[in-house]
């Protein structure tokens, strides 16, 4: 399995949620579930480097007037990208399950 960031991991999820976002809006659905902020450049890196590993395609939208003409570039997951996640998940889950039957004295207040 190749290795997911977190940021990466984040944003991957919310393009799965969206289907498509520009950075704009990835950065505000990034505050909105994390009431934290994240600059456009990290998320911009970000998802530079998943495209170039097959988990996010993207394309120009039409260009418009509040952008002086300028078009937006639109990021959506692919299905590798979704295994990706799906694969992380999974063991997330089953790493979870092994802590929580096995330390379940952490749960206790």
């Known amino acids: 399995m190749e ?9 991957l999820m ?3 949620k969206y289907e ?6 990835i950065a505000q659905h990034h505050e909105t579930i994390f ?9 911009h890196v970000v998802l530079k480097r998943m495209e170039k590993k097959g988990w996010v395609d ?11 003409g300028r078009r937006k570039r639109l990021y959506k997951a692919t299905p590798a990208g979704y295994h990706a996640i799906e694969r992380l998940q999974e063991a997330k889950s089953k790493l979870w ?13």
Do not use: D, M, W
């Open 3 to 11: 290795s997911i960031g977190a940021l990466e991991e984040i944003i």
């Open 14 to 16: 919310i393009l799965l």
């Open 20 to 25: 498509e976002c520009h950075g704009v809006q």
């Open 35 to 43: 009431s934290k902020s994240i600059s456009l450049p990290a998320i």
């Open 58 to 68: 993207s394309r120009f939208g039409e260009p418009t007037a509040k952008r002086g």
């Open 97 to 109: 399950a092994s802590i929580v039957q096995q330390n379940f004295r952490y749960g206790a207040n």
